[in-house]
């Protein structure tokens, strides 16, 4: 005697099988374009991190010399 539900629940694995796989295509992509994204990023980190150092060194130096006028 087969089972009446067999077809049905094959269908269903068979659909959660190609969800699974187009979801696992999406996030391989979705993580190929974060990779790509923080190596961009990697640039604008250190030019950040440059100019936070030399704005640290232009307050000392100011600082240091008393050369630091007050606002007009």
Same mark, same amino acid.
């Given at each position: 005697?087969? @089972?009446?539900?067999?077809?049905?629940? *094959?269908? +269903? +694995?068979?659909?959660? %099988? /190609? @969800? %699974?796989?187009?979801?696992? =295509?999406?996030? =391989?992509?979705?993580?190929?374009?974060?990779? =790509?994204? @923080?190596?961009?990023?990697?640039?604008? /980190?250190?030019?950040? &991190? +440059?100019?936070?150092?030399? !704005? *640290? /060194? %232009?307050?000392?130096? +100011? !600082?240091?010399? &008393?050369?630091?006028?007050?606002?007009?």
């Amino acid at each position: 005697m087969e @089972n009446p539900y067999e077809k049905r629940h *094959n269908a +269903l +694995l068979s659909r959660i %099988v /190609a @969800n %699974v796989s187009r979801l696992n =295509t999406s996030i =391989t992509a979705l993580n190929e374009r974060l990779e =790509t994204l @923080n190596k961009e990023n990697n640039d604008i /980190a250190t030019i950040a &991190q +440059l100019w936070s150092s030399y !704005d *640290n /060194a %232009v307050q000392i130096h +100011l !600082d240091s010399t &008393q050369s630091l006028s007050r606002p007009q």
